[in-house]
């Protein structure tokens, strides 16, 4: 079963010294890389794309990498999704989330998770799309994408969100286009073309047949 990002293409082998790329040197202070990734009502993108990134396809000169931090950008339904299928304890994997139980196929591996995979730690983790209710002047969170003026607020939301992290020298955007209604992914990939730099990345995971119809399915 191979996740096929578009440019981080996962080998299921990976060598304990390869796992040590994912760690900066203590000598040499690395800018923290931040997953960007916008969701739907199938949180299983972003552990499939971490497991991806942290297993490059072998012969590839990608190196293997774990970001330090996931910001998501959804609707309140997302939101629900994220925290029910990552976050609740489940017993088909032993009374613990699949967050947990992803971290512990990682550092299994050899990989130092130390000030690693931060999500669900603060409410700004998740980030959830908000347009103006003409009627009473509020700002309203959004519980989907729908109509033309829904995409406006997104596009908007969106571009602030890609812009506070792109004017951060500290932090490497890696933008993760495969969750969401498909015009979230492409928004996002329009607003980190326009002012993404040279060092952020937009990647895409597939995943194979039967395992793209399983929501039970996370990663290998």
Request: hydrophobic fraction near 45%; glycine fraction near 6%; charged fraction near 25%.
């Given at each position: 079963?191979?996740?096929?990002?578009?440019?981080?293409?996962?080998?299921?082998?990976?060598?304990?010294?390869?796992?040590?790329?994912?760690?900066?040197?203590?000598?040499?202070?690395?800018?923290?890389?931040?997953?960007?990734?916008?969701?739907?009502?199938?949180?299983?993108?972003?552990?499939?794309?971490?497991?991806?990134?942290?297993?490059?396809?072998?012969?590839?000169?990608?190196?293997?990498?774990?970001?330090?931090?996931?910001?998501?950008?959804?609707?309140?339904?997302?939101?629900?999704?994220?925290?029910?299928?990552?976050?609740?304890?489940?017993?088909?994997?032993?009374?613990?989330?699949?967050?947990?139980?992803?971290?512990?196929?990682?550092?299994?591996?050899?990989?130092?998770?130390?000030?690693?995979?931060?999500?669900?730690?603060?409410?700004?983790?998740?980030?959830?799309?908000?347009?103006?209710?003409?009627?009473?002047?509020?700002?309203?969170?959004?519980?989907?994408?729908?109509?033309?003026?829904?995409?406006?607020?997104?596009?908007?939301?969106?571009?602030?969100?890609?812009?506070?992290?792109?004017?951060?020298?500290?932090?490497?955007?890696i933008a993760s286009l495969a969750g969401g209604?498909?015009?979230?992914?492409?928004?996002?990939?329009?607003?980190?073309?326009?002012?993404?730099?040279?060092?952020?990345?937009?990647?895409?995971?597939?995943?194979?047949?039967?395992?793209?119809?399983?929501?039970?399915?996370?990663?290998?």
């Amino acid at each position: 079963m191979k996740p096929k990002p578009a440019r981080a293409k996962r080998d299921v082998s990976v060598k304990p010294s390869a796992a040590k790329a994912a760690a900066p040197s203590a000598r040499q202070p690395q800018p923290e890389t931040v997953l960007l990734a916008v969701t739907g009502m199938s949180p299983a993108i972003l552990t499939e794309t971490i497991w991806a990134l942290a297993h490059p396809q072998a012969g590839s000169a990608e190196e293997p990498l774990i970001p330090q931090r996931i910001i998501v950008l959804t609707t309140t339904a997302g939101r629900r999704e994220i925290e029910s299928a990552l976050f609740a304890p489940q017993a088909r994997w032993g009374g613990r989330a699949i967050w947990e139980v992803l971290r512990e196929a990682l550092a299994a591996e050899g990989f130092d998770l130390d000030g690693r995979l931060r999500f669900g730690v603060t409410p700004d983790d998740i980030r959830v799309f908000t347009r103006a209710d003409r009627a009473t002047g509020r700002t309203m969170e959004m519980e989907d994408i729908r109509s033309p003026a829904d995409n406006e607020s997104a596009a908007t939301f969106i571009l602030d969100q890609v812009r506070g992290l792109v004017e951060d020298p500290d932090k490497v955007v890696i933008a993760s286009l495969a969750g969401g209604r498909k015009t979230m992914g492409a928004l996002l990939y329009a607003c980190l073309s326009l002012i993404g730099r040279d060092t952020d990345r937009l990647t895409h995971v597939l995943v194979n047949e039967p395992f793209d119809q399983l929501r039970e399915f996370f990663f290998p």
